[in-house]
Structures are given as C-alpha cells and as structure tokens.
C-alpha cells in the first residue's frame, strides 16, 4: 500500500493552498486518515485527522483554518488550507490506518513542502 501526496507549494500569506493525498494498493478499508507537518528544526505534529465515519479534529493552530475531507470510494484525503501564515511552513505528510483484510498499519505518504513566504 502507498499513499501519494501532492498539492504542495509556495503561497504568499493570506492564501490558500489544496493538498490531496491517493492510497494505492490492496485495500480493504481505510480507517482514521491524517495530515500531520514538520518545520525546519521542529517535531512532526498532527495537523488534522478524520475517521472512517468523517468525525473530524484539528490542532489548535489550524483550528478554523484548514479543513480535512475524505473520499471513501476512491481512497483519498485532501486538505483545504486558508488564510496561510508563514508558521505554516512545513513538509505536510498524510497517514493512514490500511486494512488490507490481512493485517491492520499504518502508512505514511512521501510529503509534500508547504511554503508561506511574500
């Protein structure tokens, strides 16, 4: 199972940027599929997370912001970024939990950079 991430770039703050991500593979089922993001110098956090059900939750920096969605049929994740500062700067990562019928993990997308710059 892979996941694909894309959408990334550079945006002057006040923008708006759309990051999908693509799971490919023998897939069973996706449970809970999150975005998480890492700065320069920091440790990888939870940006956004949905459930299977499309019960959502956000870190208290991107509260109001960005918004999580999923499409179940097609075994995607995006996330809509609004009103981008330049502390949103990171390489965004998307994971999911994959059921393949045969066990239950975890996979991390490749990243994408997100950059908030004038």
């Known amino acids: 199972v892979q996941l694909q991430a894309s959408g990334g770039g550079l945006v002057q703050p006040g923008g708006s940027l759309r990051l999908s991500c693509a799971a490919s593979?023998?897939?069973?089922?996706?449970?809970?599929m999150d975005w998480y993001r890492q700065g320069l110098g920091k440790q990888r956090e939870l940006v956004a997370t949905?459930?299977?059900?499309?019960?959502?939750k956000y870190s208290d920096s991107v509260e109001g912001r960005f918004t999580i969605s999923r499409d179940n049929a097609k075994n995607t994740v995006s996330l809509q970024m609004n009103s981008l500062k330049p502390e949103d700067t990171a390489v965004y990562y998307c994971?999911?939990?994959?059921?393949?019928?045969?066990?239950?993990?975890?996979?991390w997308g490749q990243g994408t950079q997100v950059t908030v710059s004038s």
């Open positions: 994971n999911a939990e994959v059921n393949t019928g045969r066990s239950l993990y975890h996979v």
């Open positions: 593979g023998s897939i069973v089922s996706l449970n809970s």
């Open positions: 949905i459930t299977s059900g499309g019960s959502t």
